[in-house]
């Protein structure tokens, strides 16, 4: 078969292709949404603009609805390979860039993942959210602030990680629920708790997604990490990370493309010998402290979660 992209593109050929894409665009026309409207046209200049770009092959055409339908296949209510796909090509976090404009000094926003779970257990300030997960134990400190510095009492903050192995608990089939919780913040907006050191882990890269990444040679590995959400009324809900300063995975590259400066904190290693901040007894064990002050822009409530199974 003859390679489209060694043939000469014709004057004819050209103005054929453009039809097309008229013709597609004009089908949109009646759409009584507007938004939708804008949306479908645009999808299709872009597509159409891909395609005739590379000068797609059949053979290549037929390989990308084969890895769209094997990511159908693949993904059910716990593991969503489209949201892989859209964290990997970046386009997650583009989302979360348009959608969290910089405000003032409020706390940057990142990639959501899909491993966040409604009705984490509730635990009270200084309670422990590893649930047994395996990892070392880390005191976690900060405040809930407003922009202009107002305490946010209540404020509530969802956190959740992977344990030592690199797994969140979804991940083991036997059900269990750990190393995530909510918490509220207290009446000077401030909060603490204990959880795990986090550890880098890869996404899930046995499907489509992570065939793709290893034909390019990219890693899946993410950079530690450390999810929150954060929600108060008034206040544009925060969904975001701490990352680990020194992490290797941080100059490796972080796989969904989540790091941003101001989320890497320092995490303090301390001896089992050494008092822990609120007197908690480790039974022997090493344990580490970080701080995460969090900024609050003002806003709406819910905000938008990317990446969402
Ligand atoms: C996560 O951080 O949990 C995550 C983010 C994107 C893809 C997979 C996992
Ligand atoms: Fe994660």
Known sequence: MNDPRDTQVTAEQTAREEALIEEVVASFEGAGD????????SLTRHLHAFIRE??????????????????????TGTRQEFVLLSDVLGASMQVVAINNPEHANATEATVFGPFFVEDAPEIQIGEDMAFGAAGEPCFVAGTVKGVDGEAIPGARIEVWEADEDG??????????????????????????????????????YDGPVGQILAAVGRSPVRASHL????????????VTHI?????????IG??????????????????????????????GRAWC???FDIVLAPGEGEGMRVSGA
Do not use: C
Request: charged share 25%; proline share 7%; aromatic share 14%.
């Open 54 to 75: 590379v000068r797609l092959t059949e053979d290549e055409w037929n390989l990308a609805i084969k890895f769209l339908t094997d990511a159908g296949h693949i993904t």
């Open 254 to 283: 972080d796989s969904v493309f989540g790091v941003k400066e101001s989320l890497i904190k320092d995490f303090a290693h301390h001896p089992a010998e050494a008092p822990t901040p609120d007197g908690r007894d480790l039974g």
């Open 289 to 291: 402290e970080t701080r």
């Open 227 to 238: 999810h929150f959400m954060v929600t108060a009324p008034g206040y544009r809900t925060l």
């Open 167 to 204: 797994f969140y608990d979804v991940q083991y089939d036997d059900g269990r629920m750990a190393a995530r919780a909510h918490l509220y913040a207290d009446e000077n907006g401030e909060y603490d708790f204990w959880g795990l050191f986090p550890t880098p882990y890869p996404i899930p």
């Open 243 to 251: 990352f680990v300063r020194g992490d290797e995975q941080l100059v």
């Open 34 to 41: 507007e938004r939708l409207k804008v949306l479908m046209q």
